[in-house]
């Protein structure tokens, strides 16, 4: 006879707390039973979000349960849609997805032999513990990056995937979320996003080349950038700083970045451009040509020679807004015969898109596996995109009236 969700769900998270990461499996497997239900597996999708990985659990060989294609399965179709899927085929099965804040990890698994509003319940609420679990444990645990990983990273890949935040967070005013390519030997692109104190930050960097070095101008930037934000920096001190920490510790490590800050009340959009190709401001399903255009100003890391007053530029956003970042291995990746992905191309199927409803992270996921078949499956420079809605509340949305 099935437990009170609360009560089983309530011993759940007790146990978790102790529990060693290769448990999880298990700890999910029994609040499922307590709850009624017969089965309950966890999925992780892949790093380049391909495949749903299923969890290992104690004793099991790792790599040894079948993954699940992302595309053209029902599993598939829950990460995807984030929303709940059912297959009727007996036993009965639902799919819930793993969600951390608005972020997907994967997927859940449940097989009841009947399916009430009660277990669905549970069902539901088994899936949110279950992503706190899996996310409060993968910061010390090497097992969850090696069961999405489908092969070895590059070491620069390893150093830039680790100072990476989620690539998708966001709130009732905001989302952004990110991509980037080629995953397992990145090395020159990064990026971060955070929120703060009413406030959106955005970074995306390029550095020159394609190894352990550029590798290490993008880590360079990223803990610029983070230290300066932190202590109160301004979008010029951040920039001042990484140029300076660049030729400090890698002289002729250069590095071009858009640097953003938007306000989330006023939608006011604050940013810098060292060099970088200009965000895109997607208005109603269309560019805005020229928006954010601004003169692009020179990379970082030149030296004390080149160093240059920094202009903040300035656009105020409408509800429903969306800032595009991209660096050039978007659109410069070629195809076979030489033909450039093309912004032309890349705003036209973000825009398409979006104007579907289709979830931004999953807009993103699309678009690079179709920038991957472009290029025949092998990108020669990264690829990194950031999208960023700016969605504020109205007065009755928020209950004010």
């Known amino acids: 006879m099935a437990e009170e969700p609360g009560a089983a769900l309530a011993l759940f998270l007790e146990r978790s707390h102790t529990a060693a990461p290769r448990e999880v499996p298990q700890l999910v497997e029994?609040?499922?039973r307590r709850l009624g239900m017969l089965s309950a597996t966890v999925y992780l999708a892949d790093v380049q979000e391909d495949q749903l990985v299923p969890l290992p659990g104690?004793?099991?060989?790792?790599?040894?349960?079948?993954?699940?294609?992302?595309?053209?399965t029902v599993a598939g179709w829950a990460y995807r849609t984030m929303s709940l899927r059912l297959s009727h085929r007996a036993p009965l099965t639902m799919w819930l997805p793993l969600i951390d804040g608005i972020a997907r990890i994967g997927v859940l698994q449940v097989v009841a032999d009947q399916i009430t509003p009660a277990m669905l319940d549970g069902a539901t609420r088994l899936a949110a513990v279950t992503a706190l679990t899996v996310v409060s444990k993968s910061g010390f645990s090497d097992l969850f990056s090696r069961t999405i990983r489908r092969r070895p990273m590059t070491t620069a890949a390893e150093m830039v995937w680790?100072?990476?935040?989620?690539?998708?967070l966001g709130t009732d005013t905001v989302t952004s979320t990110a991509a980037l390519e080629p995953a397992y030997e990145i090395g020159g692109d990064a990026f971060d996003h955070g929120l703060d104190d009413g406030r959106l930050h955005l970074t995306v960097v390029d550095a020159m080349g394609h190894d352990?070095?550029?590798g290490l101008a993008s880590a360079v930037a990223l803990a610029g950038c983070r230290s300066t934000r932190r202590a109160g920096g301004s979008l010029t001190d951040i920039t001042e700083r990484i140029d300076e920490e660049l030729h400090r510790w890698q002289p002729g490590g250069l590095?071009?970045?858009?640097?953003?800050?938007l306000d989330l009340v006023t939608g006011r959009l604050y940013w810098v451009n060292a060099g970088h190709p200009p965000p895109l401001l997607i208005r109603a399903h269309h560019v805005v040509p020229g928006a954010l255009e601004a003169h692009g100003e020179l990379p970082l890391g030149l030296g004390p020679g080149y160093t240059v007053s920094r202009t903040v530029h300035e656009a105020q956003l409408e509800p429903g807004d969306?800032?595009?970042?991209h660096t050039d291995g978007v659109t410069e990746a070629r195809?076979?015969?030489?033909?450039?992905?093309?912004e032309e191309q890349l705003v036209d199927f973000i825009t398409r898109a979006l104007a579907a409803g289709e979830p931004a992270p999953e807009t993103l996921r699309r678009l690079v596996h179709t920038i991957l078949d472009h290029h025949d499956g092998r990108l020669?420079?990264?690829?990194?995109?950031?999208?960023?809605?700016?969605?504020p509340r109205t007065a009755t949305q928020r209950g004010d009236g």
Do not use: C, N
């Open 255 to 261: 590095l071009t970045g858009i640097f953003a800050h």
């Open 322 to 325: 969306r800032v595009l970042i």
């Open 380 to 391: 020669q420079d990264d690829a990194t995109i950031v999208l960023a809605e700016w969605h």
């Open 58 to 72: 104690p004793g099991a060989v790792e790599g040894g349960g079948e993954a699940l294609a992302i595309e053209g």
């Open 212 to 214: 352990l070095a550029a």
């Open 335 to 342: 195809s076979a015969t030489g033909r450039h992905f093309g």
């Open 30 to 32: 029994e609040a499922a």
């Open 162 to 168: 680790a100072f990476l935040p989620p690539r998708t």
